[in-house]
């Protein structure tokens, strides 16, 4: 069958030009999406190819950001290619108040990777910070209560829900913030304010229930490793503590997984998977698409049954070419074991990075699990004084020795090192050449 429009040989023209790129993205964004650089130099991508890739000048990085962690099974792959490509040809979009066959193929696929003996069912829409706010509103639906939890240095989004139960000053807009959300302290085991240990976070998370809230919980929101906020993992004891804390005033847990799920942490397909409990709300995003705009909300039937008689509706939500990217992403994860990959590469990065931080006092510690890795700079190991100032050279000479990563945290003083699932072994020493190198030239 021919299109009308098959004849039209339009070619659309794409200016590589170094000064013309930064003009013109200066010229035509809002401030409001120019401001999120992290480089003093912009940094311009012309392609990449499994976990590297090059800018317009055609000098190569090792990736270790995954553009936010988005980018789970690489760049260019050709099963995600193929199944995008495949669907595009066929159909780009079809609104979910019609029918298609390759979302609902998705979803099923989805619920497979939760804990048996629940009936789980899925509601796919475009970005985490989106699922957040979903969220927030099923448990409020559900539980018939307001009051929601969520843990200081937190991060889940940037919307006006999301940044709401976000504990990072950085990202919350000075303006008031949405109403019934309550900060429980994160039981950050290196900066925290009870130092190592469980109980007292749990006794700090009673004390936000009983005199900041009204008694009763429609929730608390968390992320079983906090990601924007430094790679922070919850001690084990934690979640399931505040888990039953929760449910006793009556609300929900909901997880967010948009960082640490789908295989990242190696130990499991889900983070929360190693804390021995089963949540009440999944969200999920970022890796699960591959870089196209996906995102899930993994819910128990029952709780869901709770917005069924309300319009809740995303455009592009569902979008089948998203999820063809979505269905291809599981496939490859479960196919080539890149879960046990992850664990696998990642314990060998940790070592290098623990390595470093015996040879230099600005480290303050090393953490994470499987490809899900953090080293925090400080002026003093003593005082854990945060060192954003040598942070941000450091982060210039990664990019200058060939790597692609993150500064993070509240005060900016972690190097996130979070690459795609698919880096292999051989990446290992050129990843230890160049962090290495990035801080002798410091």
């Known amino acids: 069958m021919t299109s009308q429009f098959d004849h039209d040989q339009h070619k659309f023209e794409v200016e590589w030009d170094t000064a013309a790129i930064v003009e013109r993205r200066n010229t035509y964004y809002a401030a409001s999406q120019r401001a999120f650089v992290p480089y003093q130099q912009p940094l311009i991508f012309s392609r990449g190819q499994d976990n590297y890739l090059w800018d317009e000048k055609g000098n190569r990085y090792l990736d270790c950001l995954s553009q936010n962690l988005t980018i789970s099974v690489g760049y260019n792959n050709p099963v995600v290619t193929r199944e995008v490509v495949q669907q595009a040809q066929t159909l780009q979009h079809c609104t979910t108040m019609f029918f298609h066959p390759v979302p609902a193929h998705f979803a099923e696929e989805l619920t497979r990777t939760m804990p048996a003996g629940e009936e789980w069912t899925v509601h796919l829409m475009n970005s985490g910070a989106e699922a957040i706010d979903m969220a927030l509103l099923l448990a409020r639906s559900y539980t018939g209560n307001i009051d929601i939890v969520a843990l200081t240095n937190a991060y889940h989004g940037a919307t006006f829900g999301a940044q709401s139960v976000t504990g990072i000053s950085g990202f919350r807009h000075n303006l008031p913030q949405l109403g019934g959300v309550q900060f429980a302290p994160v039981p950050d085991q290196y900066r925290g304010i009870h130092g190592v240990g469980v109980e007292p976070y749990l006794s700090d998370l009673e004390g936000t229930i009983h005199y900041t809230t ?208 698919c880096t292999q072994m051989e990446d290992a020493p050129i990843f230890e050449e160049a962090i290495n190198s990035s801080f002798e030239s410091l």
């Not at 993992?233 to 799920?261: F, H, M, T």
């Not at 709300?281 to 995102?295: D, S």
């Not at 998203?322 to 879960?339: D, M, N």
Request: hydrophobic content about 45%; proline content about 5%.
């Open 214 to 421: 009204c008694g009763r919980l429609a929730g608390m929101v968390l992320e079983p490793i906090q990601g924007y906020g430094g790679i922070v993992p919850l001690p084990e004891g934690y979640i399931s503590g505040a888990q039953e804390r929760v449910k006793a005033a009556g609300g929900l847990l909901i997880v967010d997984e948009v960082q640490a799920g789908m295989a990242r942490t190696g130990d499991s397909f889900w983070s929360f998977q190693q804390h021995g409990v089963v949540p009440d709300i999944v969200v999920a995003a970022k890796g699960i698409g591959n870089g196209f705009p996906l995102a899930a909300l993994i819910v128990k039937r029952e709780i869901a049954e709770a917005m069924s008689q309300k319009f809740y509706f995303h455009t592009y939500g569902a979008n089948p070419v998203s999820c063809a990217a979505g269905r291809a992403v599981l496939h490859l994860i479960e196919k080539h074991e890149l879960q046990q990959r992850a664990r696998k590469v990642g314990a060998a990065l940790l070592a290098m990075l623990e390595d470093l931080a015996s040879r230099h006092e600005a480290i303050g510690e090393v953490r994470g699990r499987g490809l899900m890795l953090a080293l925090e700079l400080v002026k003093n190991r003593s005082s854990k004084e945060p060192d954003p100032e040598t942070m941000l050279r450091l982060f210039e000479n990664t990019r200058a020795n060939g790597i692609v990563a993150s500064k993070s945290g509240a005060y900016r003083n972690v190097l996130r090192i979070c690459p795609p699932l």
